[in-house]
């Protein structure tokens, strides 16, 4: 009975949410505003995608701007060389991501701990140094500027900013749908226990190996989408942009600020960091660099220091205060 | 032709040596207190602006500035491992990684705000002065640098083999547990060895101002080759963590005079891949 009518006020919950989601580019016009709710949907999708590698198995990557950078890449080039639409080259993307994740996790799973985020990071540089490298592949340093067809929405061009809101908020839901789905089935319990202590989860006959393995390559492919989504929103691309640390950064720091391992962590940890930054930024202008990484990793450390369980335990704590003073009143 | 290659090899152990001082405080680190300090870059920056102010305001020379950033890191990092790593030393893994990864974005991107991403550079009378040896070419202040490298890494030689902090911070390496019961002070020996190796990371900066610029990045570049080197020589061991950046230094040196001049870093990557895909336990380690 409890847990049915739970249930219900969750899915009510949910409803309204949406609701004022998908009302609020009709209602705000500001195309200032309605950018920030892009970065704040399209990091909390990042964030989402890293959370299910990084937050329930704890395989904390510092290099998931390789998978960004690969779908930004596979799918402008097939648009520009090969005219094929972005919406077909995003899904390519995200197998190329896949493809590129077992030899990278190969490498990489072979280390545990700190020595695992450094080989990350290490391998997302070096994609990002053929990709400067190479002129031939790929445009080398300069990048290039997507060409602008107007008004295209079956090339992933639109002329209204609330057209591209519409995509990333239909690619966060894609992400939260499969954390819920995976959260929820063996997978999830075998991530978690993998993330609370591999040797033991081994012991009891979790296949470590293989459930990394698989996470990473569904982490991967959702990173890449938003690679694709990011090249398509700006118009330019290049392997600064496109591989950048920042974004290997941001993956996990909306995450493990919001809560690492919950549904609705990376969610809160964008919304928190996101706000801040630009309230930041339109009180000191944006005039001088390092304010808003100085910010972000003071908060970080405050969440590491304080509340390791990021937001999400924070508000689960008072949830249960709540909850065990309720009875006593009755 | 031989001397082309004598005269990379020469560069790379010069380089090399600076290499050695960060990579025997990230292993010292590591073997101690068992965390990865991700901010070891960082402190070689700071001793570098340290050098850098003193040389601009007092016109004091980068070498002499040696004795005050050297202090003034070790008791950073006694402060450092004091309050702020000794909370999070556990079984968890994300804490530790993600704080000292915080302190290194921190630490950087504070020395833009305040320092700009300008290069700074000083100008000491020796900066342009070479031996010639032969037909090789050795620069004064990378050789002043290498021999005071060597000199600090054979003093923590010495420190470690016959003091008593020395064999306590050995025997916390060796086994945490067993040398508690003996009787020491594991906050103690970890404040110990947090501070010589950031000691360490300032000594490079100050050696490395009289021929190499400052900008808020610049710990990267070296952090990057540490965390490489101090696999290639095994974790935590601190003559394998010296040969191998003296390696790194000439693997470096030899890409540079024979694949191109922006290919240093493809080296070290590729030295990483490669050590991870078949040697992950380093050149002298044992399997997990």
Redesign the interface.
Same mark, same amino acid.
């Given at each position: 009975m409890i847990t049915h009518g739970l249930r219900t006020r969750t899915l009510l919950w949910l409803a309204i949410g949406l609701a004022v989601l998908i009302a609020l580019p009709l209602v705000i016009k500001s195309s200032f505003a309605i950018d920030i709710f892009i970065r704040i949907l399209l990091f909390s999708f990042i964030g989402t995608a890293w959370n299910l590698m990084g937050g329930y198995a704890k395989q904390l990557s510092l290099g998931h701007a390789a998978y960004f950078g690969l779908g930004a890449y596979t799918s402008t080039i097939l648009q520009i060389d090969f005219g094929i639409s972005p919406w077909i080259g995003m899904i390519a993307g995200g197998f190329v991501a896949m493809l590129a994740s077992l030899p990278i996790g190969w490498l990489c799973f072979r280390l545990r701990g700190p020595y695992f985020t450094i080989a990350t990071i290490a391998t997302a540089q070096a994609l990002m140094l053929i990709f400067l490298k190479f002129r031939d592949l790929a445009w080398g340093a300069e990048g290039t500027t997507i060409p602008n067809l107007g008004n295209a929405p079956l090339m992933m061009q639109f002329d209204s900013k609330a057209a591209y809101y519409y995509v990333v908020l239909g690619l966060l839901a894609l992400g939260l749908l499969i954390t819920y789905l995976i959260e929820r089935s063996w997978m999830g319990y075998y991530l978690v226990a993998i993330g609370e202590d591999e040797d033991a989860a081994e012991a009891i006959g979790v296949n470590a190996p293989r459930i990394k393995r698989d996470i990473y390559l569904i982490s991967s492919f959702l990173t890449a989408l938003a690679g694709t989504f990011y090249t398509q929103y700006i118009y330019f691309i290049d392997p600064a942009t496109a591989f950048s640390f920042n974004i290997s950064i941001e993956a996990a720091l909306v995450s493990i600020v919001g809560g690492i391992g919950t549904l609705w962590g990376p969610v809160i940890g964008t919304v928190l960091l996101e706000t801040t930054s630009t309230l930041l930024q339109s009180w000191l202008g944006s005039s001088i660099g390092g304010v808003q990484l100085t910010v972000y990793s003071l908060i970080l450390m405050a969440v590491i220091l304080w509340r390791p369980t990021g937001l999400m335990g924070i508000i689960g704590e008072a949830r249960q205060r709540r909850n065990s003073v309720k009875p006593a009143r009755a | 032709m031989w001397e082309t290659v004598a005269q990379a090899v020469i560069n790379g152990l010069l380089i090399g040596g600076i290499y050695a001082l960060v990579s025997i405080g990230v292993t010292l680190i590591f073997g101690v207190v068992k /965390?990865?300090n991700?901010a070891q870059g960082e402190f070689v920056m700071i001793g570098m602006y340290i050098s850098f102010f003193l040389a601009n305001q007092f016109g004091i020379d980068p070498l002499l500035s040696l004795l005050v950033s050297m202090p003034v890191l070790f008791v950073a990092g006694v402060l450092i491992q004091h309050f =702020?790593i000794r909370?999070?030393l556990g079984p %968890?893994?994300?804490?530790? /990684?993600? +704080?000292t990864?915080? +302190?290194s974005?921190?630490l +950087? %991107?504070?020395?833009?705000?305040l320092f700009?991403?300008n290069y700074r550079t000083v100008h000491t009378s020796y900066s342009d002065e070479a031996l010639h040896l032969g037909g090789l070419y050795i620069p004064v202040a990378k050789l002043i640098a290498f021999v005071v490298a060597m000199a600090l890494s054979a003093a923590l030689w010495v420190f470690l083999h016959t003091t008593d902090l020395g064999k306590a911070m050995r025997a916390a390496a060796q086994n945490r547990d067993v040398a508690m019961l003996m009787g020491i002070n594991p906050n103690r020996v970890f404040c110990v060895a947090l501070g010589i190796a950031l000691a360490l990371a300032g000594a490079a900066g100050s050696l490395l101002m009289p021929f190499y610029s400052a900008y808020?990045f610049v710990g990267q570049v070296f952090v +990057?080759m540490a965390?490489v080197a101090v696999?290639l020589g095994t974790?935590g061991n601190v003559i394998g963590a010296l040969i191998a950046s003296l390696m790194m230094g000439v693997a470096e040196s030899l890409g540079i005079q024979y694949v191109g001049a922006d290919s240093g =870093? /493809?080296v070290v990557?590729a030295m990483?891949?490669l050590t991870?895909?078949f040697k992950?336990t380093g050149l002298g380690g044992k399997a997990r």
């Open positions: - | /965390i990865v991700f =702020l909370r999070v %968890n893994d994300m804490p530790q /990684i993600f +704080l990864f915080a +302190l974005l921190l +950087l %991107n504070l020395a833009l705000m700009t991403a808020p +990057l965390f696999v974790l =870093l /493809i990557f990483l891949l991870l895909a992950p």
